[in-house]
């Protein structure tokens, strides 16, 4: 090592500070991917990628919780649908869409969530148009840092359980920056 780098000396002198600078800036950047990926999971089935389940912790009071994606994607050449849920944590599982009512945001069930092919469809908390899972009257309230395990029904694809992260997301990470 010590060989090479005295070689590499004279010829990189003019540019050694940008050189430094850059791989600084690689090193940052490898540390916060290492830190997102360490705060994300996913799941696959077939072309599709199931990507960040999770659910927001429970307000006091409540019976039901929602579930978001970072997103959906399929990869394949043919659309898919997701088209039911289903967990031990809640009596059942709707799939709902997120809805302007003039000034009130109102949410209504849908009987699928359409995932057409080569496409990332995101599904994250808030904003018009948006789908989540709903989970109708949940045994215990959902707390922070709790997982449980969920299963997906694609018309297609077929069935995938998947392991749900409570958390409470961080703001600035919403649907509005990815209408669709
Ligand atoms: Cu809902």
């Known amino acids: 090592m010590h060989f090479t780098a005295m070689r590499l000396r004279a010829p990189l002198r003019t540019t050694g ?38 659910a927001t912790p429970s307000l006091a009071g409540t019976r039901n919780g929602s579930v978001y994606f970072k997103s959906l994607r399929n990869r394949g050449h043919q659309a898919d649908r997701l088209v039911a849920a ?21 949410m209504r069930e849908v009987s699928a969530i359409e ?3 080569r496409t990332e469809v995101h599904l994250r908390h808030g904003g018009a148009g948006s789908h989540h899972l709903m989970l109708i009257n949940l045994k215990q309230p959902l707390k922070d840092g ?23 997301p961080r703001p600035g990470h919403t649907s509005h920056k990815h209408p669709h």
């Not at 600078?21 to 072309?47: C, E, I, K």
């Not at 289903?86 to 799939?95: P, Q």
């Not at 709790?146 to 409470?168: C, H, I, M, P």
């Open 115 to 117: 995932l057409p092919a």
């Open 17 to 54: 500070f940008g050189l430094v600078f850059m791989a600084s800036v690689l090193f940052m950047g490898a540390l916060l991917l290492g830190a997102g990926q360490a705060q994300a999971h996913d799941f696959r089935l077939g072309d599709l990628v199931i990507d960040h389940p999770y």
């Open 146 to 168: 709790d997982r449980f395990d969920l299963e997906l029904v694609f018309e297609k694809a077929g069935t995938r359980q998947v392991n749900v992260w409570v958390q409470t």
């Open 86 to 106: 289903r967990t031990a944590v809640a009596e059942r599982v709707e799939l709902h869409q997120m809805h302007m009512d003039g000034q009130i945001m109102r």
